[in-house]
């Protein structure tokens, strides 16, 4: 069986890893210059298996005043005269409720820990060094209220199989002592010691150059797919910018954003839209010097996130990742200085000893549906045409797990968990 996937982000070099793993040959066709360089390139850097709430939730209608009005508010929406912006926003909203939400969750779990499972699998076999460390994440609250809200919601992943507790503010601080500079802002914190970071484009790069150098891998670069070509019910080839014809038993589109254009001209319409986000990486001190004691008064040493702005700190080797923010209606990668100026801003507060101004800005869409559940399922327009989009902010998350998904899927194997909650809808 040969398989083409189109796309080398995390999402499509995973499939194509676990696919060859499994004995298939693979092309993987990618259109930059090289791999990961689009929404896996900075972005957040945490492995959050046991944190992967849905954006949609019923907390939406509140805060959507906020959106349209705050400019330095952490999600922006901004209207635009765009038919494909307001069908997707009708059905974000309709997926706010509690219901869908509880379901989300409870899929996007199972869809995580399979993810998990199968990168230390991958690991123990072949290791790749993507500054992959298990060390830990606290999600900070300012406010007591929403800390209890997140009470619950830890009682109930612990039914799913999650391991979180809540910790008050001195046990936050004492675990964890670079939190100290928020003070009495800081309500508590969700513990989580299971959840890990690592470098997402480090693995994506090392991952494309195991495709590349496998006896059943090619891996192409600059070999963007222009269109998918359909006879009888079934994809005959994909077609490149350069006029080549790439023909396969199967394909596979992981190319985020740009696969709703292709699946379109087949007449497959999926709710798939780009969420703006914005990351900095910082250096750390004597960035080309083996750790010391005194990083941890700098900057955290377990992963954090500050909930009620939406920012996450995450430590990769020598350096800080930052991410935050979501821009609905922001639809291109052109980094916006004023959210960079409130986005360092809010890293003086809460991290004053980062050196800020030594901060590499990046700016990328990530490709997200309503229900905040990714597409891993067949194509409804061609027997043979497949579709792994829309992870959202969590593809580096459950990049693995829905490899294995789609290549029991494809294969007509066991699937290792419900596969229902990751259809189109």
């Not at 799913?160 to 670079?178: F, K």
């Not at 989580?192 to 495709?211: H, K, M």
């Not at 994809?235 to 394909?251: C, I, K, P, R, S």
Request: with cysteine.
């Amino acid at each position: 069986m040969k398989v083409a996937i189109i796309g080398a982000g995390v999402i499509g070099t995973t499939t194509a890893w676990e696919f060859l793993r499994q004995g298939k040959q693979v092309i993987l066709l990618e259109g930059r210059e090289g791999a990961g360089l689009g929404t896996s390139y900075a972005n957040a850097g945490q492995l959050s298996y046991d944190y992967v709430a849905p954006l949609a939730d019923p907390s939406v209608f509140r805060d959507l005043p906020k959106w349209l009005l705050n400019p330095a508010s952490p999600l922006r929406f901004r209207p635009q005269p765009d038919l494909r912006q307001w069908c997707w926003l009708t059905a974000f909203l309709r997926a706010s409720n509690a219901a869908t939400a509880k379901a989300s969750t409870t899929a996007l779990l199972q869809l995580s820990y399979l993810s998990r499972d199968t990168l230390h699998a991958w690991m123990q076999e072949s290791p790749i060094n993507f500054h992959h460390k298990a060390n830990g994440k606290l999600i900070a609250y300012r406010s007591p209220h929403l800390l209890e809200k997140a009470r619950k919601q830890v009682e109930y992943q612990a039914t799913q199989g999650s391991r979180q507790r809540i910790l008050g503010r001195d046990e936050s601080v004492a675990l964890e002592p670079s939190l100290i500079h928020l003070g009495r802002n800081l309500a508590g914190c969700v513990y989580t010691p299971t959840e890990e970071v690592g470098d997402c484009y480090l693995f994506t790069r090392g991952l494309f150059e195991r495709v590349k150098n496998h006896p059943r891998g090619t891996a192409l670069t600059g070999a963007r797919v222009q269109r998918l070509h359909r006879a009888h019910g079934r994809v005959t080839g994909a077609q490149l910018e350069n006029g080549d014809l790439v023909e396969a038993d199967h394909f596979v589109v992981a190319n985020g954003l740009q696969g709703y254009d292709l699946l379109r001209q087949l007449g497959e319409t999926v709710h798939l839209y780009g969420l703006k986000g914005y990351s900095l990486t910082i250096p750390l001190p004597g960035a080309d010097t083996p750790a010391c004691d005194d990083d941890a008064a700098v900057a955290p040493m377990i992963s954090v996130t500050d909930y009620e702005r939406r920012t996450v700190y995450a430590r990769l080797g020598r350096r800080v990742r930052i991410a935050a923010m979501v821009d609905m209606g922001d639809g291109n990668a052109h980094i916006r200085p004023e959210r960079i100026r409130h986005l360092k801003a809010e890293v003086r507060e809460i991290f004053p000893q980062l050196e800020v101004e030594q901060a590499q800005a990046w700016a990328g869409e990530r490709p997200a549906t309503p229900e905040g559940r990714p597409i891993v399922s067949r194509s409804s327009k061609a027997d043979n045409l497949w579709i792994n989009l829309g992870h959202g902010a969590l593809g580096f998350t459950l990049a693995c797990g829905s490899a294995v998904l789609l290549h029991a899927l494809m294969t007509q194997g066991a699937a290792p968990i419900d596969p229902a909650p990751f259809k189109p809808r």
